[in-house]
């Protein structure tokens, strides 16, 4: 037992503060969001360089970023529609296939005034049909009741359709677009044998695609060359109307090209 005239002993323990742990974890953070905004960068500058209408997409857009988004609804916009990465995906498509549009219209604008400028095909303006639909950009040489392409028939051209190519041929080639070439007829049943409308509309698609190469469009252009007989005429209700023996030329949009397929230089 303590000794009653003992002092009194009072202890006090004062609380040690603990050391903040290193940084914490906001570096973490930090660090995620500079990876992010690298892959990011590194992405845009990757696909930006693979084809230049993506950079005059991009530059449209933010010299004016409202008449860009003009065509998209607010919930439609692709550059504010699911994650970042998504989103600059989805913006860097739509800028790419703005991009191309434009230059498709480009190109037909051109070659629309070099078909009717020429003397030799003043007569078949009308005959040669540019524009630029869902497929890209589309070049048909239609027949009419008095002027045709090719010997009746035949595959053989007339000199009026090559001098078409060669004008064709010297827009294409600005272009690193691939090529489709389809040949057409009308229901009019090609009597000679075997030789059908299903060959004759194959070789015409041949003919046109070996007239561009004459003119210097590069083979590895050419990734398809179809021939569909009366199959898709350009008027269902008239079968028989001369405008349904056409050579149509397509250059589909980028986004449409299978991967692998060979879209360089021209």
Do not use: C
């Amino acid at each position: 037992m303590a000794n009653k005239d003992s002092p009194i002993i009072i202890r006090v323990y004062k609380k040690k503060a603990k050391a903040a742990g290193h940084h914490g974890g906001a570096w973490k953070v930090a660090y995620a969001d500079f990876v992010t905004a690298m892959m990011a960068f590194f992405m845009v500058m990757w696909l930006i360089s693979m084809q230049p209408d993506v950079k005059d997409a991009v530059q449209g857009y933010f010299n004016n970023p409202i008449g860009f988004k003009t065509a998209y609804s607010a919930g439609d916009n692709p550059i504010f529609e699911g994650s970042p990465a998504a989103a600059t995906l989805s913006f860097l498509a739509t800028a790419r296939r703005r991009g191309e549009r434009e230059r498709f219209e480009e190109t037909a604008e051109r070659i629309r005034e070099e078909i009717n400028a020429s003397p030799d095909l003043d007569a078949f303006s009308s005959d040669v049909s540019v524009v630029v639909d869902g497929d890209g950009l589309r070049i048909e040489l239609m027949e009419t009741q008095g002027s045709t392409f090719f010997q009746s028939g035949s595959s053989a051209p007339r000199p009026v359709f090559t001098q078409a190519m060669q004008i064709v041929s010297e827009e294409l080639i600005r272009l690193t677009h691939p090529i489709v070439i389809e040949g057409h007829t009308d229901a009019t049943p090609l009597e000679r044998g075997d030789y059908s409308n299903w060959e004759l509309s194959t070789d015409r698609a041949h003919a046109a695609r070996r007239l561009l190469e004459s003119f210097e469009i590069r083979k590895t252009r050419f990734i398809q060359v179809r021939g569909y007989s009366d199959r898709r005429l350009r008027h269902p209700r008239d079968p028989f109307d001369p405008s349904n023996r056409r050579v149509s030329i397509l250059l589909p949009f980028s986004s449409d090209v299978p991967i692998g397929v060979d879209t360089g230089g021209p």
